[in-house]
């Protein structure tokens, strides 16, 4: 493959065979002509008595028995193979604890839902008749001009910065791992999830713009002491007024 390019997995033009064949052969970093020029350069280097010395790589030097471990050629022709045979059990990784991870699951009902509001209009019609849901922020993106592309994602594990951690799943982290990693997810647009007690598994929305007003505290003084008091920014006020309203309304 060449040098910087990316595996196209999902593009069924890169993963025709026979553009993959004539990438791998053409290819001048990793591919089959790379393996011709290292054999040549390797001929070229035997000595009158047929031994090989340290074959000399610009400024470095490298022994005989180490000049394929640097060429990526196998690599390459690993990769040339995948895509080729594509195979969801094949395209897995690590997990917390060493566990391996599929990227295929049952879809549950937050993907059949998230499913149905990307692709079927009736679906969020239906939810915005509902009064309860007035001032949803989610809804209101759905029926925007610049209507979001909705996702879901699942929480795998959490990691510090520790080399040796092998990184610990929902039901595994701390309390303070657990709000840490809802902070960074909310500050990056997910939409969290209740938090259910006996499952392992956690899932958030991804595709909706959320706010990220700053929270202003005010020192008030309190007799001899002072106090604080938190100001929220008007988009997070107004938010919370349409909720309140939506609430009043479905009660009356």
Not at 1 to 26: A, E, K
Not at 65 to 89: C, D, I, P, R
Not at 211 to 225: C, F, K, M, V
Not at 228 to 235: A, I, K, L, N
Request: hydrophobic share 35%; net charge negative.
């Amino acid at each position: 493959m060449n040098s910087g390019r990316v595996l196209g997995y999902s593009d069924p033009v890169l993963n025709d065979q026979y553009t993959i064949l004539n990438d791998f052969i053409v290819a001048g970093t990793f591919g089959l002509k790379s393996l011709f020029d290292r054999l040549d350069f390797i001929s070229s280097s035997v000595t009158t008595d047929y031994k090989i010395p340290e074959i000399l790589m610009g400024d470095n030097k490298i022994r005989p028995q180490e000049f394929y471990n640097t060429s990526g050629f196998v690599k390459a022709l690993a990769q040339s193979y995948a895509k080729v045979h594509l195979s969801s059990e094949e395209l897995k990784s690590l997990s917390a604890e060493g566990n391996i991870l599929y990227p295929i699951s049952q879809n549950n009902f937050a993907f059949d839902r998230v499913n149905e509001l990307n692709t079927d209009q009736s679906v969020v019609d239906q939810l915005n008749s509902v009064v309860y849901n007035r001032g949803s922020l989610l809804l209101e993106q759905l029926n925007s001009r610049n209507r979001p592309k909705l996702s879901v994602e699942t929480f795998v594990n959490f990691r510090t910065a520790d080399a040796t951690d092998q990184g610990r799943d929902y039901f595994g982290i701390t309390d303070r791992e657990d709000y840490i990693s809802k902070m960074t997810m909310s500050l990056s647009d997910r939409i969290l999830f209740p938090t259910v007690a006996d499952k392992k598994t956690y899932h958030v929305i991804r595709g909706a713009k959320l706010p990220h007003e700053r929270i202003l505290w005010d020192r008030i003084p309190n007799g001899i002491s002072f106090g604080y008091r938190p100001t929220f920014g008007d988009e997070t006020i107004s938010r919370f007024i349409e909720y309140a309203k939506a609430e009043l309304a479905t009660i009356e």
